[in-house]
Antibody, heavy 120, light 111 residues
């Protein structure tokens, strides 16, 4: 069964850091672009960052560029998001999602998310 | 404020049909046939219903259909069932500085 399982969320003070992880299983992880998408309380989905299959290209939403770093370990079938200099407005449920890009454009597999709460 | 505009809520009776709109710009919805729709039940992983405007992945009921006209895409759910009660999100690939944008979500209530 194809699956994505996020972990690493928690309660952190403003200015703090966390490393979010996403464990992939049941598919050839190294052949897909991968994304992080978040949902703040009471808000819609917001795309955060994505990374190419070999890690050579990475893109970020403006609000996190310079503070968040996306990375991947293809040998370990894992996706990461290092979140630094956290702000209250970064509080959200963070999902990892698999992108489909060969002639199409959509997210075809999602995890259940990991919650990041930024509060003093 | 989300990049794509969706109604906050919609409701319908079992067996009937509803349509959810998703309005963007020529830089996203209007410029690409890369609109997708997702169903999200709280506590579960989001699930793709429609991709590339009107295509259904295998396993998705044909009660779900998608279309687009200009800068507005639409998701229609026919033969409403209680299990359809969920949040629905549209998304589009975009030529902006970021590759993906989402709508703010629409809460569907089955009366």
């Amino acid at each position: 069964e194809e699956q994505l399982v996020e972990s690493g969320g928690g309660l952190v003070q403003p200015g703090g850091s966390l490393r979010l992880s996403c464990a992939a299983s049941g598919f050839l992880f190294h052949t897909y672009w991968m994304s992080w998408v978040r949902q703040a309380p009471g808000k819609g989905l917001e795309w955060v960052a994505d990374i190419k299959q070999d890690g050579s290209e990475k893109y970020y939403v403006d609000s996190v560029r310079g503070r968040f770093t996306i990375s991947r370990d293809n040998s370990g079938n894992s996706l990461y998001l290092q979140v630094n200099s956290l702000r209250v407005e970064d509080t959200a449920l963070y999902y990892c999602a698999r992108e489909r890009r060969l002639g199409v454009r959509y997210f075809d597999l999602w995890g259940r998310g990991t919650l990041v709460t930024v509060s003093s | 404020q989300s990049a794509l505009t969706q109604p906050a809520s919609v409701s319908g009776s079992p067996g009937l049909s509803i349509t959810i709109s998703c309005t963007g710009t020529s830089s996203d919805v209007g410029g690409y046939n890369y609109v997708s729709w997702y169903q999200h039940h709280p506590g579960k992983a989001p699930r793709v219903l429609i991709y590339d405007v009107s295509n259904r992945p295998s396993g998705v009921s044909n009660r779900f259909s998608g279309s687009k006209s200009g800068n507005t895409a639409s998701l229609t759910i026919s033969g409403l069932q209680a299990e359809d009660e969920a949040e629905y999100y549209c998304s589009s690939y975009t030529s902006r500085s970021i590759p993906w944008v989402f709508g703010g979500g629409t809460k569907l209530t089955v009366l």
